[in-house]
């Protein structure tokens, strides 16, 4: 089983909202910095957003769209995603990292952990 299971995926229309989940199992979230990451066919997999003990970050063109969060109750990372855009279209991973704990960067590499991602499909 993978230590990070990623889900709330799927087809939704333009100006609309999911929120991806990543979960997980074997390993305690709250001592990880979790990442979001997204790959769109034919591109390069671009870091989206991060949440640390100390810090969050954004991808510029998911500023103000994107929420990150944790519930540590559920062992749970959330992307809330809002005001969707036919450009984020892509399969969205998350990856977690004991090494980021206090500060993350999805510049960072290599991640502990991956899930195995989950399409995201944005389009009337």
């Known amino acids: 089983q993978l230590p990070l299971v990623e889900s709330g995926g799927g087809l939704v229309q333009p100006g609309g909202s999911l929120r991806l989940s990543c979960a997980a199992s074997?390993?305690?979230?709250?001592?990880?910095?979790i990442g979001w990451f997204r790959q769109a066919p034919g591109k390069e997999r671009e870091g989206v957003s991060c949440?640390?003990?100390?810090?969050?970050y954004y991808l510029d063109s998911v500023k103000g769209r994107f929420t990150i969060s944790r519930d540590n109750a559920k062992n749970t990372v959330y992307l809330q995603m809002n005001s969707l855009k036919p450009e984020d279209t892509a399969v969205y991973y998350c990856a977690a990292d004991r090494r980021q704990y206090y500060y993350c960067s999805v510049y960072a590499a290599p991640w502990d952990y991956w899930g195995q991602g989950t399409q995201v499909t944005v389009s009337s």
């Open positions: 074997e390993i305690s979230l709250d001592n990880y910095a």
């Open positions: 949440i640390s003990r100390s810090s969050t």
